[in-house]
């Protein structure tokens, strides 16, 4: 995602806007932002009466509040050998809360908490690969 423009090169250009030697194509080629851009910040100043951008809104909240992140806390530490579906369905058993599996990924990251990388079984097989000739030697 882009970064924001800097609050500084806002200030320049809405300057540079009232001193009126130049049109706004010629600023926004100056600036190197768009003349779109000018016009709009002109506009928010205008209307608005701020020359500043607006702050952050915070996105979006979080549908696991601090009880429900509480229980996942308490599922772990009981069960901490669990896939993260299971602590998924035991969580909606709980609380009541479905959500998927990548939220509660980063719950438990935020707890600090590690879930379990793959299923209970054997080892997996694809270890340290031999070149054809390699393995005739070492089978010998």
Same mark, same amino acid.
């Given at each position: 995602?882009?970064?924001?423009?800097? $609050?500084?090169?806002?200030?320049? /250009?809405? /300057?540079? %806007?009232?001193?009126?030697?130049?049109?706004?194509?010629?600023?926004?080629?100056?600036?190197?932002?768009c003349p779109a851009t000018v016009s709009n910040w002109?506009?928010?100043?205008?209307?608005?009466?701020?020359?500043?951008?607006?702050?952050?809104?915070?996105?979006?909240?979080?549908r696991l509040d601090a009880a429900a992140v509480e229980?996942?806390?308490?599922?772990?530490?009981?069960?901490?050998? *669990?896939?993260?579906?299971?602590?998924?369905?035991? =969580?909606? *058993?709980?609380?009541?809360?479905?959500? %998927?599996? *990548?939220?509660? %990924?980063?719950? =438990?990251?935020?707890?600090? =908490?590690?879930?379990?990388?793959?299923?209970?079984?054997?080892?997996?097989?694809?270890?340290?690969?031999?070149? $054809?000739? *390699?393995?005739?030697?070492?089978?010998?």
């Open positions: 995602m882009p970064q924001p423009y800097s $609050p500084d090169l806002r200030e320049r /250009v809405l /300057v540079a %806007c009232e001193r009126g030697d130049l049109s706004q194509v010629e600023i926004a080629r100056r600036f190197q932002v002109r506009r928010q100043e205008r209307e608005e009466g701020r020359r500043a951008p607006k702050p952050h809104s915070g996105g979006v909240p979080s229980v996942l806390r308490q599922l772990v530490l009981e069960d901490n050998d *669990a896939l993260l579906r299971e602590y998924r369905e035991r =969580l909606a *058993a709980h609380t009541g809360v479905t959500v %998927c599996l *990548a939220v509660i %990924c980063e719950a =438990l990251k935020r707890l600090k =908490l590690r879930p379990k990388k793959r299923p209970f079984g054997r080892p997996s097989r694809s270890g340290p690969r031999l070149r $054809p000739s *390699a393995r005739l030697i070492a089978s010998r």
